[in-house]
């Protein structure tokens, strides 16, 4: 368990990367990740768009949010990822939503995204999950068909600086045993 928390007390959203290229293998490491990634009843409802060339790049950064501070890292990162689900499949059976919340597509997501970033982390790369964005404007870039949402960019690479970890809150701050 040691290994896993190192990683997760180790893992910072990086902005500022060098120019080092990420490898394929370390590429396919972090895709392993994903695929590996629980899901709600293995629907496994992810797709990921793996966005090299800087043209595309470059118009996912003009979907950017006004005051995004990940805006550079879009076309700066080495390696960008952008994380995508299939809808009404996650929290589905037989075509109909199963829970209150409806659609889980988000939920896998989050998770999936979670798995890419201790996978960075455990290659020695940085990553950032990205929201602040026109998610219709960047779909329309990556050319994502219908049924499907893009949720998230990625930035990856070699970190750039050692960002310190924010105050995280002390476990007795939001445990609560048995009842509320």
Known sequence: MSGLMEHLKNRRSVRKFEDT?????????????????????????WE??????????????????????????IVTAPLLLAVCGKLESSGYYKEKVTTKFGDWFMFDLGIATQSISLACEALGLGSVVVGLFDQQKAAEVVKLPQGYELVTLMPIG????????????????FIHTDVF
Not at 21 to 33: F, G, N, R, T, Y
């Open 21 to 45: 290229p990420v490898s394929q293998e370390q590429l396919d490491q972090i895709l392993e990740a994903v695929r590996w990634s629980p899901s709600w009843a293995n629907t496994q409802c």
């Open 158 to 173: 070699v970190p750039a600086q050692d960002p310190k970890p924010p105050k995280r809150r002390e476990i007795a701050e």
């Open 48 to 73: 990921i768009v793996v966005v090299k060339d800087p043209e595309q790049r470059q118009k996912l950064q003009e979907t950017m949010g006004k005051g995004n501070p990940s805006t550079k890292a």
